[in-house]
């Protein structure tokens, strides 16, 4: 089995929280490149969008922003 095998994500689907900017963005965009659709969630509606459709457009995947602060529980 290789490293692309053992690592498959085609068909899979990712949630990342703080998926708009920094560490998280890049892990959002490496999973996409990989072949998952991914949804990410950030504080910002206007930054979960702009950063959800450069992603799409990016990697041809689905990307969806969604507005959440994980740290708030009726926000989640």
Same mark, same amino acid.
């Given at each position: 089995?290789?490293l692309? +095998?053992?690592?498959?994500?085609n068909?899979? =689907?990712a949630?990342?929280?703080g998926?708009?900017r920094g560490?998280? @963005?890049t892990a959002a965009?490496?999973l996409? +490149?990989?072949g998952?659709d991914?949804?990410? =969630?950030?504080?910002?509606?206007?930054?979960?969008?702009?950063?959800? @459709?450069?992603i799409?457009e990016?990697t041809?995947?689905k990307?969806i922003?969604?507005?959440a602060?994980?740290?708030d529980?009726?926000?989640?």
């Amino acid at each position: 089995m290789n490293l692309n +095998e053992l690592f498959n994500i085609n068909g899979k =689907c990712a949630l990342v929280t703080g998926g708009t900017r920094g560490l998280g @963005l890049t892990a959002a965009l490496t999973l996409a +490149e990989a072949g998952a659709d991914v949804a990410i =969630c950030g504080r910002s509606a206007s930054e979960a969008a702009e950063s959800a @459709l450069m992603i799409a457009e990016k990697t041809g995947r689905k990307c969806i922003g969604i507005q959440a602060d994980v740290a708030d529980d009726k926000s989640v």
